[in-house]
């Protein structure tokens, strides 16, 4: 899988430094069910505190039910950044409501151990938030993130979300609890 790969890759914030990580980022379909699947997997078993899934339930899926995540609906969208092989994915959920389509979730965002502090989260999120400017009425994009999860807030107050509330005990992980902090961000 993932462990055990050498990257020699620049230190990069910028999507300019794309090309200095031979980095490709785009859309998942099922037919990357193979190489999407064991991603997922291993963020839901290795930051079980940072996910709403479990390890546990995603495991227990049809496989149906798992490939059927990589065709999301009403504008949304997973992708997936690739160096040789895949290191980072980010899922963007839209509601098919009237009255909350004007908003989506960001979901499932992890970069592999052997891929971070490379500015590949950035770059995902800089392409999610390009490619949600061409969802017809979405106007905002929310998410949630772990109040110890420090590297994840800051990234995301970088990119111009902004805190909007806390959920006290959002998350019960082996008897430990993690309260969220919401983010919001406009799409301009």
């Known amino acids: 899988m993932v462990s055990g790969v050498l990257w020699h890759i620049a230190e990069a914030m910028t999507k300019s430094s794309r090309d200095n990580l031979n980095l490709n980022i785009r859309l998942l379909n099922s037919a990357d069910f193979s190489m999407f699947w064991p991603v997922r997997l291993l963020a839901l078993q290795e930051s079980p505190h940072a996910f709403g899934a479990s390890y546990e339930e995603s495991l227990a899926m049809s496989e149906q039910e798992a490939v059927s995540r990589l065709s999301p609906k009403d504008g949304g969208f997973i992708l997936g950044a690739f160096a040789d092989q895949l290191v980072g994915i980010a899922g963007l959920a839209r509601q098919p409501g009237i009255k909350v389509r004007h908003k989506a979730t960001i979901w499932g965002v992890y970069v592999v151990p052997t891929a971070r502090g490379r500015g590949i989260a950035r ?21 949630s993130v772990v109040t110890t999860n420090q590297a994840a807030k800051e990234l995301y107050l970088s990119l111009g979300f902004e805190v909007y509330g806390l959920e006290k005990r959002a998350l019960k992980v082996d008897n430990e609890y993690f309260d969220e902090e919401l983010m919001t961000r406009a799409i301009t």
Do not use: N
């Open 123 to 143: 770059l995902l999120f800089e392409d999610l938030l390009a490619r949600c400017q061409a969802v017809e009425g979405l106007e905002e994009v929310v998410l």
